[in-house]
């Protein structure tokens, strides 16, 4: 895998240097997405996916799973 230098920190996650936060970095073909509190795992995806995975989380179509 090859390493990315540029992430960059949600701005959903606060300001400070708190380890809560999501990050990202991209490719011309590539989105990589990774929790700061475990930097070496990364999420690869395209933008197709990743935009209708977002659509769905802002329409409200997902929903939690009870418990």
């Known amino acids: 895998m090859s390493t990315h230098d540029n992430w960059q920190k949600s701005?959903?996650?606060?300001?400070?240097?708190g380890n809560a936060c999501v990050e990202l970095t991209s490719t011309p073909t590539t989105i990589h997405?990774?929790?700061?509190?475990?930097?070496?795992?990364?999420?690869?995806t395209t933008p197709a996916p990743l935009a209708y995975l977002l659509h769905a989380i802002r329409s409200g179509a997902l929903t939690t799973p009870s418990t």
């Open 33 to 44: 997405l990774r929790e700061s509190d475990t930097p070496t795992t990364h999420l690869t």
């Open 11 to 17: 701005s959903f996650s606060g300001s400070g240097d």
